[in-house]
């Protein structure tokens, strides 16, 4: 198989120009190419003004690729395709083994760590503090509509982790030698996502379509002999002698085993306390804390595409910004979501915490993004590995109490924000965040640094987006879950440096940030675990 990259066409070409562009590209009749399909198609908008096209790298089969290839040895955007296909590191033996591996946590790590260990023959047990995605979706608008936190079902736990409720991003910038997001990306498509994400340069599926996917891989986990267990909380661990043995379970069963993904979501604070009460060694990590910032979507979209902006093949435009702040903080926009909403995230009473959603059609009137700002705990939160869920845990209490202690979140326009001045009324810009807002003023909710940074920091970003600094949009606070404050620290075999068999993966261990990067994670878990039942050296 062959690849050409760099391959353009315009924006609304039809369907058949780009079998034609192919062929005449590789000067070849169009009855020697055999197949073809789309590996990646992208389009660049940084040049305002020029024609935007869309770019494409293509996979293809020709009659004779040995003559094509030697045509266009010279030439770096004709060439062999490589090969990103999955190859597992091993299958157990006929009727399985009698230990089996046990994965806690069913978001899209633990989901791929149960996926790839099932089909293994491994047959994991998948243990689940939440409910199942239906279920857990009607007790999440239980508290964007009524107020009412169930704290083991909700946006951050369940089946589906916190992904469920989110963009449904599927691109990373993580280094990925192995090709497993393609691993991630296709059986997410056998599991009911639109074939493009294979091939989009930005995919994502939103929040519906994640619903019924998740369904899917767990049916399919099923299936191949494996077990998921919903509402089952692991509350201890079964270890002598630096060996995990098992877990113990909320109502007091015990699972024996002597392999444990630890596949948490960064907000599993009462289990993080546990493991660090076991002698678990970790870390503190840095994150990042801040607010959802909401602008119409045609303001972004006008600011991004130019006389592109609203282009059916385009979709509601994104961005990504970086401001280096003259107090030596940095801030960034974080998880943008177009055309989505700002959504409620606490998963602990008397807390307010926001993230954003959208859906897969991205049709919603505002786009929405966190803005925030970095911070260390050698700078900010000295005090050991805990510190950091201690300073989150503050000042989600002091958002909640900014709200109005009903889980309303505190909110303020952009252009009071900036001025120093707190908000009376809205303007143009509608926000969206349920269960509501409390107008007021946000610089208490924040550590002064922080409100300072980001204060330059908006003006600097209209810079790279006109109307950024719009003094009608919406700053909601306050996000602090952008990452696990902490990282359960592993070595070379993927375990806990100090309790053999316990393998820490995905977000809350520190290893990943988003769905992709959490699905990669899990794959990687998984093959060190197989590997490890198997006998098998890498």
Known sequence: MLRITELKLPLDHPDEALRETIVQRLGIDDAELLDFSIFKRSYDARKKNTELLFIYAIDLTVRDEAAVLARFADDHNVGVAPDVSYKPVGVAPEGGLAERPIV???GPCGIFAGLILAQAGLRPIVLERG???RQRTKDTWGLWRKSVLNPESNVQFGEGGAGTFSDGKLYSQIKDPKHYGRKVLHEFVKAGAPDEILYVSKPHIGTFRLTGMVENIREEIIALGGEVRFEHKVTDLLMEDGQLNGVVLHNGEQLHSRH???ALGHSARDTFRMLHGRGVFMEAKPFSIGFRIEHPQ???DKARLGKYAGHPKLGAADYKLVHHAKNGRSVYSFCMCPGGTVVAATSEPGRVVT?????????????????????TPEQDYPGGPLAGIELQERLEELAYELGGSNYHAPAQLVGDFVAGRPSTALGSVEPSYKPG?????????LPDFAIEALREAIPAFDRQIKGYSLADAILTGIETRTSSPLRITRDETLQSLNLKGLFPAGEGAGYAGGI???????IRIAEAVARSMLGLTE
Do not use: H, T
């Open 516 to 522: 992709l990067s959490a699905g990669v994670d899990g």
């Open 131 to 133: 409910k199942e995605v």
């Open 437 to 445: 807002i409390n107008l007021g003023d946000l610089a208490p909710s």
């Open 355 to 375: 993230n954003g959603m959208s859906q897969y059609s991205r049709n919603e009137r505002n786009a929405n993004s966190g803005i925030v700002v970095g911070i």
């Open 298 to 300: 045609s303001l972004i």
């Open 104 to 106: 806690v946590g069913f």
């Open 260 to 262: 444990v993904v630890l």
